[in-house]
């Protein structure tokens, strides 16, 4: 069974840099399948952030692609996320996923992990 | 991409049907069958409910279908029970991810 788990601070200070990582469980992230972050600010609904694949091949969504960074460490089975320049808009709980093998669904999620921008 | 429309709430008495729309342009829904649909309970994450339009994923009751007429796709749940109270969102892929504002299901 494929397990994914958010871990990283739950608080960071505006125009600071968010980081995120995504440990994968009941499977090798270097087998395939892209692997990706979404977010859900407090009570709105879903924004895809961006994907990677095993060979660090990334697709930002446009409207955050210059903040965003994501990269993967195939030796760990990790994968993260960076952010950068943050703002109160960015207050959300943040979900990683895996991508199904057709690539244009996500089948496996993580519990999500709440990220406050505040000073 | 502007995110997909929903309606904001729908709702249904056990053993009824309803169905969720959600309406894209035919640059995303009306492009391709590639729509996918997620539930999710309160403080939960989502859960991969339909993709590519209209497949189950193992695990997912069949009283759930999905469907594509035009720029409108549509999750139809048959037979409602308690547990599918719940938010729905739609998804379309079209070389990025663009979701629908979510749709909360009350059980009356």
């Known amino acids: 069974q494929v397990q994914l788990q958010e871990s990283g601070p739950g608080l960071v200070k505006p125009s600071e840099t968010l980081s995120l990582t995504c440990t994968v469980s009941?499977?090798?992230?270097?087998?395939?399948?892209?692997w990706g972050w979404i977010r859900q600010p407090p009570g709105k609904g879903l924004e895809w952030i961006g994907r990677?694949?095993?060979?660090?091949?990334?697709y930002y969504n446009p409207s955050l692609k210059s903040r965003v960074t994501i990269s993967v460490d195939t030796s760990k089975n990790q994968f993260s996320l960076k952010l950068s320049s943050v703002t109160a808009a960015d207050t959300a709980v943040y979900y990683c996923?895996?991508?199904?093998?057709?690539?244009?669904?996500?089948?496996?999620w993580g519990q999500g992990t709440l990220v406050t921008v505040s000073s | 991409q502007s995110a997909l429309t929903q309606p904001a709430s729908v709702s249904g008495s056990p053993g009824q049907s309803i169905t969720i729309s959600c309406t894209g342009t035919?640059?995303?829904?009306?492009?391709?069958?590639?729509v996918s649909w997620y539930q999710q309970h309160p403080g939960k994450a989502p859960k991969l409910m339909i993709y590519?339009?209209?497949k189950r994923p193992s695990g997912v009751s069949n009283r759930f279908s999905g469907s594509k007429s035009g720029n409108t796709a549509s999750l139809t749940i048959s037979g409602l029970q308690a547990e599918d109270e719940a938010d729905y969102y739609c998804?379309?892929?079209?070389?990025?991810?663009?979701f629908g504002g979510g749709t909360k299901l009350t059980v009356l």
């Open positions: 996923a895996r991508v199904g093998s057709s690539g244009n669904h996500l089948d496996y």
């Open positions: 009941g499977y090798s992230i270097s087998s395939g399948y892209y």
């Open positions: 990677i694949y095993h060979s660090g091949t990334t």
């Open positions: 035919s640059s995303d829904v009306g492009s391709y069958n590639l």
């Open positions: 590519e339009g209209s």
């Open positions: 998804c379309s892929y079209a070389g990025n991810w663009v």
